[in-house]
Each structure stands twice: as C-alpha cells, then as structure tokens.
C-alpha cells in the first residue's frame, strides 16, 4: 500500500534562515511526488513536483524539493523563509500507472517568525 | 481557466438533514477527485471519475454518500442522513491528459450540527 509521512507536526524557523519539511514515502513502483501548501480556510495549491530527472526540483515562491530514491524521501527545502510562507504543507504521491488517487501527508505546520 | 469551482463555500446543516455540494473542474479536466479533509489531517480520498465514470470509491465512503458526475462535466456530492462526523472540508480536484499534478478548489466546510 501507498503511504506518506510526515515525520514533523510543525516547523519553527526565523525570517531569512533555511527551511526544511520533510516527507518520506512508501509505494510499489516508481512514483510521481508532490508538495502542495494550504493556507487557513482555502484549498491546496500546488508548489512543485517530481517526475523524473534532476532530483533537485523547483517550484513555486522559491521553493525545491530534493528526490532521495535510496531513502524514499521527497524534502521541501527554501534557503530563505519569509513570514508569507507560514502555512500548512502536504506532501503527496501518486503511482506513475494510477491516476484513481493522491495519497497525502498529515501534513507539516511551518511557522515563520519575524 | 477560472480554477476548479466548489459551491457552497459552506454548509451548517441540522442531524439528518441531507446536503449536496457542486464540484466543477476546470474546463476540459477528464480526471476528478474528492477528498475530505478533518482539522489537523490530510486529506482522504473519497472517489475518483474519470469522465463520467466512477472508478474507485473509498471504503471510508459509506452508503450515505453518493457522487454523481453526469456527461463528465461537473460533479456533485451528496450526504444523507448526515452526522456530526461528516463534519469537515470536502475538497474537489482535477487533473487533465498534460497534467500529472491535480488542481484543488477552495473546498466546501461543512459543518453538522
């Protein structure tokens, strides 16, 4: 079975200090990875996403991931936060020959202080 | 491309009474999804259409829910008989041939009093 998980309720990190969420995964195959954030009381907006190639990928607002294949990880990584990017953050991953669904994360706090 | 469009944004509705919630996907997405998301959770899946056919339901859908996407356009979601436990945001999304990622609406909140 496809699962995700997101090792770390919250993250605090200062203004202008490097960000790290992390997401490791467990699926059959080769899988498509996803980090979708979500502000309060709106949808998933999706930030970036990893097909196949570089293992560095980058995505909206300055964020990147990095594809760990040996260690089934997928981490969302900013080298500068900003006060804006305090949100809730999803990882997600879905079967490369299954579109019938997205398996998500519980998801990450990510708490940007001034 | 207006986005995907879920109405109502949200729903208080009394024990027991039924609701239905409109999903529509942005425009020529062959692909959607329902999720229901609880505070401090990620999202579940509920159901998956491609085009107007339901190919995988969720055992966490029981026999009070039902979704419909007629012609393969929009899609709607009912509840009956609903529970305090039905309570959370009900998100659509959808995905089209060029896309591997699924686009998410606003969600509707339901709120079962």
């Known amino acids: 079975a496809q699962s995700v998980a997101q090792p770390e309720d919250q993250v605090n990190v200062a203004e202008g200090n490097p960000l790290t969420v992390k997401c490791t995964y467990s699926v059959s195959g080769n899988p498509y990875l996803f980090w979708y954030v979500q502000y309060p009381n709106r949808g998933l907006q999706f930030l970036l996403k990893?097909?196949?190639?570089?293992?560095l990928v980058k995505g909206s607002y300055g964020f990147e991931a990095e594809f760990n294949k040996s260690q089934t990880s997928f981490h969302l990584k900013k080298p500068s936060a900003l006060v804006s990017d305090s949100a809730l953050y999803f990882c997600?991953?879905?079967?490369?020959?299954?579109?019938?669904?997205?398996?998500f994360g519980s998801g990450t706090k990510l708490n940007v202080k001034p | 491309d207006t986005g995907v469009s879920q109405n109502p944004r949200h729903k208080i509705t009394k024990r027991g009474q039924n609701v239905t919630f409109r999903c529509d996907p942005i425009s020529e997405h062959n692909r959607l999804y329902w999720y229901r998301q609880t505070l401090g959770q990620g999202p579940e899946f509920l159901t998956y259409f491609q085009n107007e056919a339901q190919l995988e339901k969720s055992r966490l859908l029981s026999d009070r829910f039902s979704a419909e996407r007629p012609k393969g356009s929009f899609s709607t979601l009912e509840i009956q008989r609903t529970e305090q436990g039905d309570s959370a945001m009900y998100l659509c999304?959808?995905?089209?041939?060029?896309?591997?990622?699924?686009?998410f609406g606003q969600g509707t909140r339901l709120t079962v009093v």
């Open positions: 999304a959808s995905s089209g041939d060029s896309n591997t990622e699924a686009f």
């Open positions: 997600a991953v879905r079967d490369r020959d299954n579109f019938n669904k997205f398996y």
């Open positions: 990893y097909i196949t190639g570089d293992n």
